[in-house]
């Protein structure tokens, strides 16, 4: 893939796809910044990223749920790099229940992990990319929104509203050299997830095991997908090579929708 000496935030990036995502980009020659709210995990994963020989990648902490976190992140980006190039909201993290067991709580965790948190990093970002003339943002979105899955109703419309706000922006600054698109993954089993269910019981366990094979029975190549499959989506819409897109929602889904 095509950067041309170019520099990328990735949100939400200390552990799982996020972190995937840096490690590509990286790898691909980009100076990254890692954001996100663990700053212990993102003192473990910073140095594991690949050395670039624009310098130094950078971590920032953040809480990018709310709109100072998300300037936070941008001011020092820019001040570090000078110049920012491309933007990945990857932060999020909805909570998956059944629709009538939602709490208050649980229903304001999901829209802001997802939705605030891509809506104010965009807009933290943007004044920025659209003076240097040049910028590619790749938000995460889900496949859930096109297929609807159980359990997803709320997580699926916190991220309708980012395949919606992408495909409003794309359409606003088309002539700007700016681009918006979206990555919709299907089922991703990170290490984290591993992680999590090995510390559920035996009862809770089982039950979740049940819903992952109920889930893969909806992907045709039964299976799902890999960090790096996501990642490589990803890091193609943030190259230069992508500059024809936007306004796009490219699925990464083992074929569980189509067209």
Request: net charge negative.
């Amino acid at each position: 893939m095509q950067f041309d000496n170019r520099t990328a935030i990735v949100t939400g990036s200390a552990s799982g796809l996020g972190l995937g995502m840096a490690t590509y980009l990286a790898e691909e020659g980009v100076r990254v910044c890692l954001a996100d709210i663990d700053g212990d995990r993102l003192d473990q994963v910073l140095p594991t990223i690949p050395v670039v020989a624009q310098g130094p990648h950078l971590g920032v902490v953040a809480d990018l749920s709310t709109r100072d976190g998300a300037e936070t992140m941008a001011a020092r980006a820019i001040a570090a790099f000078g110049r920012v190039d491309i933007l990945v909201n990857n932060a999020g993290g909805g909570v998956i229940r059944p629709t009538l067991e939602h709490t208050e709580e649980t229903l304001r965790q999901t829209i802001d992990r997802n939705l605030w948190t891509m809506t104010y990093c965009t807009l933290a970002m943007l004044p920025h990319l659209l003076g240097n003339g040049y910028g590619r943002v790749v938000s995460i979105g889900a496949e859930s929104v096109r297929n609807g899955l159980w359990q997803h109703a709320f997580y699926s419309a916190a991220k309708g509203g980012v395949h919606g706000f992408t495909t409003g922006l794309a359409r606003e600054f088309a002539e700007t050299g700016v681009t918006f698109n979206v990555v919709a993954p299907a089922m991703v089993l990170t290490p984290q997830y591993f992680d999590l269910v090995a510390t559920l019981e035996p009862d809770a366990s089982a039950r979740q095991d049940a819903f992952v094979e109920q889930i893969r029975g909806s992907i045709p190549m039964a299976r799902g997908g890999t960090v790096r499959e996501v990642a490589a989506a990803v890091a193609f819409l943030a190259s230069d090579d992508a500059g024809y897109m936007t306004g796009q929602v490219v699925s990464v889904n083992g074929g569980s929708s189509m067209l």
